[in-house]
């Protein structure tokens, strides 16, 4: 065999060259000036689905301070051991024996 005979590259890509030149028109955003929100900002409500609900100071603290971490940490679902790190952090702390969880029936064990 001669080596003449074969390319150095061996071209796969059997594309045409003016599909990857096409003009593709795209979306235009229409929204400017104080239309547009800022980059990263979300629509933040505590509760949408419960707003006519009057909430009691503890519960408004606590969410407020739910909030705040979420937004400090960048963590728009902490765990479980961040909300009790929350609840620690605002002076909760375990003091009388466990009773039934709300919504059970009284005779469903109490979780240990």
């Known amino acids: 065999m001669n080596n003449s005979q074969f390319p150095e ?3 796969t890509d059997q594309r ?3 599909r990857r030149k096409r003009q593709i ?3 235009l955003e229409r929204r ?11 629509r933040r409500q505590i509760d949408p689905t419960t707003c ?13 301070s739910m ?8 963590r728009p679902f902490p765990t479980w051991s961040e909300v009790l790190e929350v609840l620690t952090a605002l002076g909760y702390r375990k003091v009388a024996a466990p009773t039934a969880l709300p919504g059970l029936p009284s005779s469903a064990p109490v979780p240990v």
């Open 32 to 42: 400017s000036g104080k239309d547009r929100r800022e980059k990263g900002e979300r």
């Open 9 to 11: 590259v061996c071209v």
């Open 67 to 74: 909030d705040q971490y979420k937004r400090d940490n960048r």
């Open 25 to 27: 028109p795209v979306a």
């Open 16 to 18: 045409r060259a003016e």
């Open 52 to 64: 006519e609900r009057d909430y009691t100071d503890d519960e408004i603290q606590f969410m407020k």
